[in-house]
């Protein structure tokens, strides 16, 4: 896992990511060190803090492992709240209706940028 200090600055390679798929980063936003989990959509990538809305937990079951339903959602590992991956709602478990904290990324000449 890597640390992130500013924006503008490189959380992962668009290439290292697998497609369809998650990675977790670590990125200091507004001063605090938070874990941040990427999700790769083809040529683009959208990011949300690694903590569940239900209980504030973190969504991974180890760290920088996630767990995908067949249904192509985020599961939270703790309780088992899914998460669509576009928005990041959560669209089933304790916390329906509720949404991830979205983090803004960009894809610029194959690296993905915070802000
Ligand atoms: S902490 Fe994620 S479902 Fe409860």
Not at 8 to 17: M, P
């Amino acid at each position: 896992m890597t640390t992130i200090h500013s924006p503008e600055t490189e959380l992962a390679r668009l290439d290292a990511l697998p497609d369809q798929g998650f990675h977790a980063v670590t990125a200091v936003l507004d001063g605090d060190a938070e874990t941040l989990v990427l999700y790769r959509d083809g040529d683009q990538v959208r990011a949300w803090l690694n903590v569940c809305p239900h209980a504030g937990r973190a969504l991974d079951w180890a760290p920088g492992q996630f767990l995908k339903s067949r249904e192509g959602h985020l599961v939270c590992a703790v309780h088992g709240a899914s998460f669509e991956l576009q928005g990041g709602v959560c669209v089933a478990g304790p916390c329906r209706g509720d949404s991830l904290r979205a983090v803004p990324v960009q894809v610029r000449d194959g690296r993905v940028l915070l802000g």
